[in-house]
DNA sequence: ATAATTAGTGTCAAATTAACATTTATTTTT
DNA sequence: AAAAATAAATGTTAATTTGACACTAATTAT
């Protein structure tokens, strides 16, 4: 087969990128690893992409090691393939990130791993180029949540507004308008309201509200400031 | 090195997904290939990793091949690995889509392929998985270009208002309304107005305009509608 | 000169946004 | 038990943007 002539071997890897919202600010899981090289550093949770499986499978197996949950949302974002990111061997990495509900991670698998929860804007060096990993993955999300309501998937089954708004914060760093984005929300129809009130966090309470799955399904949250904003049709 | 045990070598490999305008239609550049397996039919335009490159690197490498251009907008999307994505061999494929003005493109070197453009409404079928490929790029496209001005990467120095109406209509394959779409692109200030006239396409001529660079560098189009539209400030 | 063609500007009502004020439900303090 | 404190939820309004539509302008072909 002339075609794959003199084409060296490259190991390939997937590092999951693991946001988590614990109501006040975004968060990414990391674990100290207990191997070498760079034993004991923190890092993403990796693997490699095995034979016989696929990289989201591979991804996929890598997080439910790690936090015991499935049919979690997880997304491709960039490849790291620099020929010297790794000291010792040429190792080409796909990053995938996850959005986990944190009410649904338990750790109780992780036992195996010393993983932490880390704030986004204040986290541990990490080995290679894990940090530019992080840092890709969060442009990733914040385009993607421009577009689609995906922070959803961050949040567990019942939410209040007060939670969503303090969502969108954490992940474009910003503060706006809680009057005025409630509104917006509102009108989406993306939510509805339940009776329960959330009264953990407030006085007054906070009705919780679920999503409107219909709706959500693939929706389009922002328009294309050069297209009429009807598109597209839903 | 325990770390590196039975993890068995996986061929890497990039793919381009070459988009270009011809003021009507958005195209894509195919190849036929004059190689086996699938010596003759029309596929994209890829090559292996080499050891010693970065997967960004091999893409152009791949790109220039072809073209002969260089610095040109690329982007990477999606990683393509199912296991039987190819029949002879595990090759993992990351897609990388490039955006030509197609006035640079002049075909010289890739006398060496028979390289063609295709509407992307409408293109032969390809080998393997390089139809979903393209799908995704499109995808990528439409989504990046809602965010930022990208499109102008295919469009010349010089274009008129008219030329980028048709490119985002081709792009979002809707229609819409031109004088709108006029009055919202020149309040952008994305783009100043040349002396000259395009007399090519029309009688009454329309005036050329080039880029501002100063306002272009990665400009956000589009907002979040739960973000106030002053985010991101520039 | 006139028709044809497409570029480019103009109008205006309706919808949306941004900024700000008030009311409501509940708990804590006095 | 009344008052204060807290945070949620709803309300107000002017300014801006949008969508839908009409018109004028520049040029070429007839």
Redesign the pocket.
């Known amino acids: 087969m002339e075609y794959y002539r003199e084409d060296s071997a490259i190991l390939l890897a997937v590092d999951c990128i693991i946001f988590g919202f614990n109501g006040e600010s975004l968060q990414v899981l990391l674990i100290k690893r207990d191997f070498e090289p760079e034993r004991n550093k923190w890092s993403l949770m990796g693997g490699f992409v095995q034979p016989d499986e696929s990289p989201e499978l591979a991804a996929s197996r890598v997080l439910k090691k790690l936090t015991g949950l499935e049919n979690v949302y997880m997304e491709q974002c960039s490849v790291f393939g620099d020929p010297k990111r790794e000291p010792n061997s040429r190792v080409v990495s796909i990053c995938y990130f996850a959005l986990i509900d944190t009410q649904k991670y338990t750790h109780i698998l992780s036992e195996e791993y010393e993983a932490k929860w880390f704030p986004l804007q204040n986290y541990p060096t990490l080995i290679f180029d894990h940090d530019q990993m992080i840092a890709s993955a969060q442009h990733r999300l914040r385009m993607k949540a421009a577009l689609y309501p995906i922070l959803f998937e961050l949040l567990p089954e019942k939410f209040?507004?007060?939670q969503i708004a303090a969502l969108y914060e954490g992940v474009y760093n910003i503060e706006f308008?809680k009057?005025?984005f409630?509104?917006?929300l509102l009108s989406s129809d993306l939510i509805i309201k339940l009776d329960e009130?959330d009264?953990e966090?407030?006085?007054?309470?906070?009705?919780y509200f679920k999503l409107n799955t219909a709706i959500y399904k693939e929706k389009i949250m922002s328009f294309l400031?050069y297209l009429?904003?009807?598109f597209p049709e839903n």
Request: no cysteine; net charge positive.
């Open positions: 209040t507004i007060p308008d009057r005025n409630s509104r917006k009130k009264k966090n407030s006085k007054k309470g906070a009705f400031r009429p904003s009807w």
